[in-house]
């Protein structure tokens, strides 16, 4: 199809739509955010301004809020842009499919996998990716036992954690049952252990076009903390300092297998829209999944948007494929056809 008759085609698909871009501190994550990050920077701000510069009706719709139900179905398109447990999880998206709305992340299963660390696990595992080594850790009590025969620096992780939530590097055992704890405090209920893999963080894109799910390079964490901790990730304006870079050093076949592994994952999960896989490389150069994001942060400056743009993909265009993707994909309830 040529340029001109498929930009003529969006359009049409994209005329006259409302779209709701729902945002609110739904989880840990998204309240820590909401806390720490000034309205001007949230990524809310500019996925509206991005709609609204695209010619398009867009309205931010908060979801905690007791009428959501009932407004979220006076728009066409839910632009979701909310995370961890009730953003991402499969929940809101279940919502969503059984009232018939079109929205821009991945569905149900997908969401509810990728939220999942140790469920991501077995997937990886299943499709022949790499690990690291994890142990689920039931009680705070059993920490000791746990942790018997494990290396340490070890990683703890709340398995539904987000954007670097509920994590903390446990440097000897005798850590392990006071960080459980702090995690449970803080509502985390599903703790594991895992092996702390020494080398490179990168995570890797994937994204909807008109030909289909394009991979995205891998593009590098460097930061100046020991490992990609909320602080960095959440902190605000007083945060370590983190930079992405796509790493030019990597052998061509690490890259290549990133990109298979990514795409794999994509393919398998049925995702939608777009998502990322988290990585770490070894001195050796072997690729470790830690975790699929079915729904990735749109700050200006977060992983997904940067790898778009460095690919030559604007922002506001990589928000109107989304919105694109999701009505082009959506399949409505059964008993609304008519």
Not at 117 to 139: C, D, E, H, N
Not at 283 to 306: D, F, I, K, M, R
Request: glycine share 8%.
């Amino acid at each position: 199809m040529k340029t001109a008759e498929r930009e003529g085609r969006q359009a049409e698909l994209l005329r006259g739509k409302r779209i709701a871009v729902v945002y609110g501190a739904v989880s840990e994550e998204d309240a820590l955010y909401i806390r720490n990050v000034p309205r001007a920077d949230w990524s809310l701000s500019a996925i509206l301004e991005a709609l609204t510069g695209l010619g398009l009706e867009a309205e931010h719709l908060d979801p905690t809020h007791n009428d959501f139900i009932e407004r979220i179905q006076l728009f066409d398109v839910a632009f979701l842009n909310v995370h961890g447990p009730y953003g991402e999880d499969g929940r809101i998206q279940g919502l969503l499919d059984y009232l018939s709305i079109p929205y821009t992340t991945s569905g149900v299963l997908a969401s509810s996998i990728g939220m999942d660390k140790l469920a991501s696990k077995a997937i990886f595992t299943y499709l022949g990716i790499p690990v690291p080594r994890g142990l689920p850790l039931l009680r705070p009590e059993t920490a000791e036992e746990v942790s018997a025969g494990f290396a340490f620096p070890a990683m703890l992780k709340a398995v539904d954690g987000g954007s670097s939530v509920g994590m903390a590097m446990i440097n000897e055992p005798g850590e392990l049952a006071r960080e459980a704890e702090t995690l449970k405090r803080r509502g985390f209920k599903r703790l594991f252990l895992e092996e702390f893999i020494h080398g490179r963080a990168v995570t890797v894109s994937a994204v909807e076009s008109a030909e289909g799910s394009i991979v995205l390079p891998p593009l590098e964490f460097i930061t100046e903390s020991s490992y990609y901790d909320e602080s960095t990730k959440l902190g605000g304006s007083q945060a370590p300092k983190v930079e992405y870079v796509v790493p030019d050093d990597l052998p061509p076949h690490v890259v290549k297998g990133l990109t298979e592994q990514t795409r794999c994952v994509y393919d398998f999960l049925a995702c939608r829209g777009a998502i990322r896989v988290d990585y770490m490389i070894d001195e050796l150069g072997t690729t470790y999944a830690l975790e699929v994001n079915t729904n990735p942060g749109l700050q200006q400056h977060s992983n997904l948007p940067v790898s778009c743009a460095l690919e030559g993909m604007a922002y506001p265009e990589l928000i109107e494929r989304l919105v694109l993707h999701a009505l082009k994909s959506f399949e409505p309830a059964p008993w609304t056809v008519r």
